[in-house]
């Protein structure tokens, strides 16, 4: 795990992972940089990590701090190691169906799916939100499963008649609040991405759960839904990772 800089959020992250790897026995290396590391010297850093047979998946949390190029960094991880699924050769096998790595967000809520009973094969989906990290890949994940996207963003016009017609819901905006119960259709599933800290102690969801809540059949709960679920994604590519390594060797 590589964490450059000191973002509080990124901070918490990590260590949450670096939990999450002690209580599976994954062994953990961090590499805490301060801000004013150079691009050069963290893709060295990399470099190394990539030729380390003691590594088995690399981590790098984003953001970065502005004067490194995450795309740069994101295409130096060896993608046998990109356990995250950022690089462009795992984006390509996740478009294509036949992947290893599944992006840890967007699989973390196709489990949950699953595990709630739900069959997306027919059924509406709309993905709110079409980042790389989440929004794009969530909406090729659904698709894989049979369900009939429709991803919407910044530029959607009618947005709430788009989130109406939908059977799932997935909401990736980080605008706190910002689905309401009015825009969701009775008996949805809705699944909600966003993370926002609105207080110091206080994180709240991309939906507002007071109002979904009446109307969706099922929804998950920020915190407590999707971010513990991220993070169980990310452990079971660690682990995919380091059988595919050492079945080559
Ligand atoms: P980004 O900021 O990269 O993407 C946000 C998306 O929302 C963009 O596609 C944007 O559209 C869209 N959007 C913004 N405003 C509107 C609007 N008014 N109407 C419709 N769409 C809009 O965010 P991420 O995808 O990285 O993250 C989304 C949320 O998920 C955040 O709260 C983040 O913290 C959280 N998150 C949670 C994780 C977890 O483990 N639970 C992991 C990763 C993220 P456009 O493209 O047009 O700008």
Redesign the pocket.
Same mark, same amino acid.
């Given at each position: 795990m590589i964490l450059v800089g000191d973002d509080p959020a990124s901070k918490v992250y990590v260590n949450n992972k670096k939990k999450a790897c002690e209580y599976i026995g994954i062994k953990s290396f961090e590499y805490l940089l301060p801000a004013e590391t150079s691009e050069t010297e963290l893709l060295e850093l990399i470099d190394r990590l990539n030729s380390d047979p003691e590594v088995s998946g690399i981590l790098c949390q984003l953001p970065l701090p502005g004067h490194i190029d995450e795309t740069v960094v994101i295409n130096a991880i060896a993608p046998s190691k990109d356990v995250d699924a950022f690089h462009p050769v795992n984006v390509g096998k996740i478009m294509t169906g036949d992947y290893d790595f599944v992006p840890c967000?967007p699989a973390g809520v196709m489990e949950l799916i699953k595990e709630s009973g739900v069959d997306v094969e027919g059924k509406e989906c709309v993905v &709110? +939100?079409?980042?790389n990290?989440?929004?794009k890949p969530m909406a090729m994940l659904l698709l894989h499963k049979n369900g009939t996207v429709t991803i919407?963003?910044?530029?959607?016009a009618n947005?709430a008649e788009k989130t109406k017609n939908a059977d799932v819901l997935v909401a990736?905006?980080?605008?706190p609040n910002f689905i309401k119960g009015d825009m969701i259709k009775p008996g949805a599933v809705v699944i909600d991405?966003?993370?926002?800290r609105v207080a110091p102690k206080k994180l709240v969801g991309?939906v507002e759960f007071e109002t979904a809540e009446k109307v969706a059949a099922a929804i998950t709960p920020v915190p407590g839904g &999707? +971010?513990p679920m991220?993070i169980a994604m990310l452990m079971k590519n660690t682990v995919k990772a380091a059988v595919k390594q050492n079945e080559c060797e």
């Open positions: 967000t &709110v +939100g079409r980042s990290i989440v929004g919407c963003h910044s530029r959607t947005l990736a905006v980080g605008i991405v966003g993370i926002n991309d &999707v +971010g991220t």
